[in-house]
């Protein structure tokens, strides 16, 4: 398989604004960047499919250098890992608690938040080029072609609080690519096994025309 690609996800989920007045900060923003075992809405253009995340698969992300952004603008950074952003996984996703720096674009954010007209999440990932990392399966609901499920997240980017519409489908044109991988590496399985089964066949062959010569 190909080097890992950047993926991003987007969640509508409801965030809190905790005040930050007592101790002179601006206010704190938590939630849940994802979600485990949350069917996705309906991803991909030529083929469609839902996405799953399954619990477990932030177990080895390498989550040491995350940013929270605003619509994974790296211009707009409103915290990072160890500084001022906290990050857990616990059985339903990966909560963030961010206490943004004293930026305009963060006070921006912050009364869009309080007036309701932002209140998605999103995150920006790798899955690790292994067979094991994610599977396809065909799916039985009209008008999806598959369920993709990820079951290991290498690397964590970024989370971030986003404008934008819940998984457009922009952003599934990676996990396309890595279906057509998937498809490749089984029909290569599939070829190998059958060479496999060819080659005994023809040891078989061998054999029994060895052993009627005697």
Not at 161 to 180: C, F, K, N
Not at 199 to 214: F, G, N, P, T, V
Request: proline residues 4%; charged residues 25%; negative net charge.
């Amino acid at each position: 398989m190909t080097n890992p690609e950047l993926e991003r996800r987007t969640l509508t989920a409801q965030m809190e604004l905790r005040d930050g007045a007592e101790d002179g900060g601006t206010p704190t923003i938590t939630g849940y960047a994802l979600k485990f075992n949350k069917p996705s809405e309906v991803l991909g253009g030529f083929v469609a499919f839902r996405e799953i995340i399954k619990p477990g698969a932030l177990a080895t992300a390498d989550m040491t250098n995350v940013v929270a952004t605003i619509n994974h603008d790296q211009n707009q950074v409103l915290g990072r890992s160890g500084i001022n952003l906290d990050l857990a996984v616990d059985e339903i996703g990966l909560r963030f608690t961010v206490q943004p720096t004293d930026t305009s674009f963060a006070k921006d954010l912050i009364a869009n938040m309080q007036a309701g007209v932002i209140n998605q999440c999103s995150f920006a990932f790798t899955i690790p080029a292994n067979d094991e990392a994610q599977d396809w399966e065909e799916s039985d609901e009209d008008g999806v072609d598959y369920v993709r499920s990820i079951n290991q997240i290498d690397h964590l980017y970024d989370v971030s609080i986003v404008t934008t519409p819940a998984y457009p489908s922009t952003e599934a044109q990676v996990g396309e690519r890595s279906l057509a991988m998937v498809k490749e590496s089984r029909r290569a399985l599939h070829q190998a096994e059958v060479d496999t089964e060819i080659k005994q066949m023809r040891r078989e062959l061998d054999r029994q025309e060895l052993l009627k010569s005697l």
